[in-house]
């Protein structure tokens, strides 16, 4: 069984940091792309950004230039580091990775969430 657990959500100020992360665990035997989505209240869940397992990235216009995208493949862990929040970015938010597992084959599993609120 695959989980992902995120970690590192919290209260910040409008124009402070954050810094998510995501690890996967159990009977995993490779990683593909990662990514972080969020969902605010009332909307649909969103990709904020993604990355493959060879660090190309990819990021949602809205956040291109404040966000980071990284990984440790070594730890099988996901990184979000977010700069210059904005109050509008309060949301829940959820890392997803496209894991195979042993004699499994792949499946995309998602995390549980994890509430970042930016106060104005």
């Known amino acids: 069984q695959v989980q992902l657990v995120e970690s590192g959500g919290g209260l910040v100020q409008a124009g402070g940091s954050l810094r998510l992360s995501c690890a996967a665990s159990?009977?995993?035997?490779?990683?593909?792309?990662m990514g972080w989505y969020r969902q605010a209240p009332g909307k649909q869940r969103e990709l904020v950004a993604t990355?493959?397992?060879?660090?190309?990235?990819d990021y949602a216009d809205s956040v291109n230039g404040r966000f980071t995208i990284s990984r440790d493949n070594a730890k099988n862990t996901v990184y979000l580091q977010m700069n210059s929040l904005k109050p509008e970015e309060t949301a829940v938010y959820y890392c997803?990775?496209?894991?195979?597992?042993?004699?499994?084959?792949?499946?995309?599993?998602w995390g549980q969430g994890t509430q970042v609120t930016v106060s104005s």
């Open positions: 997803a990775g496209d894991i195979e597992e042993y004699y499994r084959g792949s499946h995309t599993y």
């Open positions: 990355t493959t397992v060879d660090g190309k990235s």
């Open positions: 159990g009977s995993i035997f490779s990683i593909d792309a």
